[in-house]
T-cell receptor, first 116, second 114 residues
Framework: QQQVKQSPQSLIVQKGGISIINCAYENTAFDYFPWYQQFPGKGPALLIAIRPDVSEKKEGRFTISFNKSAKQFSLHIMDSQPGDSATYFCAASRFGAGTSGSRLTFGEGTQLTVNP | NAGVTQTPKFRVLKTGQSMTLLCAQDMNHEYMYWYRQDPGMGLRLIHYSVGEGTTAKGEVPDGYNVSRLKKQNFLLGLESAAPSQTSVYFC?????????????FGQGTRLTVV
């Protein structure tokens, strides 16, 4: 059961364009929604994250939009650059003490290519 | 400060062979995780640990075992490797949840089972 669904699977954007990646989740107990960026041959690294008490968070060219009622959130990359070419994963987690931990549930990933 | 280090980076196994993947972190993190990454399936949690001496099952634990004898190390074992275990394995660690819950990942181990 995939609790976090991500689309599209791949995305090609021209330099300077806007890249948009969407995610939908099922578990309303999730309370932390990060995006991870992964370059080839590397491990994922945290890019930006949001909590459900805000509808938008912006860091530089990267923005997360969050719609709690629709259980959806999206990553927008403004002025996309060739250096942004990577795989992007959305994720969700729920605060859990003790043995539950704070496990991240990941989406399927989106391979972004930004053409020069 | 090396962060999260995985050993080895690449490995080819024959079906039925066993091996251990080592993960070491130098950030004094309590929580450690093992994920596998397969095309189109994202990262799926295999096992995790919330502290030294503890382990728990994740989404896809079958065929794997883990141990956390020391806080800084988390070992993933394959007792009898199968072709279905061909994947890229990532170890991650994080500080206990107090607001921001960033997970730090290693560079991965690419395992091929033939």
């Amino acid at each position: 059961q995939q609790q976090v669904k991500q689309s599209p699977q791949s995305l090609i954007v021209q330099k300077g364009g806007i890249s948009i990646i969407n995610c939908a989740y099922e578990n309303t107990a999730f309370d932390y929604f990060p995006w991870y960026q992964q370059f080839p041959g590397k491990g994922p690294a945290l890019l930006i994250a949001i909590r459900p008490d805000v509808s938008e968070k912006k860091e530089g060219r990267f923005t997360i939009s969050f719609n709690k009622s629709a259980k959806q959130f999206s990553l927008h990359i403004m002025d996309s650059q060739p250096g942004d070419s990577a795989t992007y994963f959305c994720a969700a987690s729920r605060f859990g003490a003790g043995t539950s931990g704070s496990r991240l549930t990941f989406g399927e990933g989106t391979q972004l290519t930004v053409n020069p | 400060n090396a962060g999260v280090t995985q050993t080895p980076k690449f490995r080819v196994l024959k079906t039925g062979q066993s091996m251990t993947l080592l993960c070491a972190q130098d950030m004094n993190h309590e929580y450690m995780y093992w994920y596998r990454q397969d095309p189109g399936m994202g990262l799926r949690l295999i096992h995790y640990s919330v502290g030294e001496g503890t382990t728990a099952k994740g989404e896809v634990p079958d065929g794997y075992n883990v141990s956390r004898l020391k806080k800084q190390n988390f070992l993933l074992g394959l007792e009898s490797a199968a072709p279905s275990q061909t994947s890229v394995y990532f170890c991650a660690s994080s500080y206990p949840p107090l607001g921001h819950r960033e997970a730090f990942f290693g560079q991965g181990t690419r395992l091929t089972v033939v």
